[in-house]
């Protein structure tokens, strides 16, 4: 029954004496009507904080919130969608991704905003949209190789799953020299299964 402001004043204490930075993060910004840089960062902190932990509700409802309160850039609506995609909302996600798009020019962010939408798609068996939004993403990717090899391995992976084996092969041998060029172990991994997987397919076991 308490006023807002009476319930905002009581946040602002609780922030001031709770050490879980989760908790503190959320009633600073239950305090706020609008959200100034520290409870921004606090939330965007504790976001990662609840994501690292296996939370990804938690974890877009706290972006959700620094958004709410001033924060809306295309950055946090993104982080926002693979949370919500994560906790199995996917229609929450398509819908945060596909607004996102419509706004952002060509370039990276866009490309990495194509990839996950991508993966909604893929999470609906819409493997038609997925193989299309993953092509428009290359488009985007630029000189950034990690990302290139991340959309040429789940584009690989699109083209599998329509029975286009060879042409699955070629982006996954694709993804491969990106990615020896790159030098970074984890997705080298990846394009590797998935072009060894690919090739046993063929019959080149």
Do not use: C, W
Request: hydrophobic share 45%; no cysteine.
């Amino acid at each position: 029954g308490a006023s807002p402001a009476r319930r905002r004043r009581m946040h602002r204490l609780l922030a001031g004496v709770v050490d879980d930075p989760e908790l503190h993060a959320r009633h600073l910004a239950l305090a706020a009507v609008s959200g100034d840089e520290q409870t921004l960062t606090a939330l965007d902190a504790a976001a990662k904080l609840a994501r690292q932990r296996g939370q990804p509700a938690a974890a877009a409802e706290l972006v959700d919130l620094a958004v709410s309160l001033g924060g809306d850039t295309p950055r946090r609506r993104l982080r926002s969608a693979r949370n919500h995609l994560d906790a199995g909302h996917p229609a929450r996600a398509r819908a945060l991704l596909q607004e996102t798009i419509e706004k952002l020019p060509s370039g990276t962010l866009r490309a990495e905003a194509l990839n996950a939408l991508a993966l909604v798609a893929l999470y609906h068996d819409s493997l038609t949209e997925a193989n299309q939004l993953l092509e428009r993403a290359l488009g985007d990717v630029g000189d950034q190789l990690a990302l290139r090899v991340q959309t040429l391995v789940t584009l690989s992976f699109a083209r599998l799953n329509t029975g286009d084996l060879a042409d699955a092969l070629h982006i996954a041998e694709d993804a491969v020299a990106d990615a020896e060029r790159l030098g970074y172990p984890p997705l080298l991994s990846q394009a590797l299964t998935m072009a060894v997987h690919l090739r046993f397919r063929l019959g080149e076991g």
